[in-house]
Nanobody, 120 residues
Framework: QVQLVESGGGLVQVGGSLRLSCTAS????????MGWFRQAPGKEREYVASIHWSGRTYYTDSVTGRFTISRDNAKNTVYLQMNSLKPEDTAVYYCARGGLGPEKSGYNDWGQGTQVTVSS
């Protein structure tokens, strides 16, 4: 069974930056598409970004130009660089494997999440 472990969350001020990491177990990481989702209190889990196994990237409109998803296949790791953070970015961030784009059902494996809090 694949394990996905997120790290890098924390408390940051408005306008600040964080880089989230998600490391996957297994030997075939490079064959899989990966994604990031987030869930704020009282809200549904929502799509943030995804990256094709080839490296092509996709973003939801609210983070375009501020967030960057990338991957390092040698380290079995996908990253989410978050800049110009806003209070509305506060959420638990989850990485997921297998899908591409916003449909949660397309992703087979999920991490446990990491909290990101943006304070004003």
């Amino acid at each position: 069974q694949v394990q996905l472990v997120e790290s890098g969350g924390g408390l940051v001020q408005v306008g600040g930056s964080l880089r989230l990491s998600c490391t996957a177990s297994g030997r075939t990481f490079s064959n899989y598409n990966m994604g990031w989702f987030r869930q704020a209190p009282g809200k549904e889990r929502e799509y943030v970004a995804s990256i094709h196994w080839s490296g092509r990237t996709y973003y939801t409109d609210s983070v375009t130009g501020r967030f960057t998803i990338s991957r390092d296949n040698a380290k079995n790791t996908v990253y989410l660089q978050m800049n110009s953070l806003k209070p509305e970015d506060t959420a638990v961030y989850y990485c997921a494997r297998g899908g591409l784009g916003p449909e949660k059902s397309g992703y087979n494996d999920w991490g446990q999440g990491t909290q990101v809090t943006v304070s004003s």
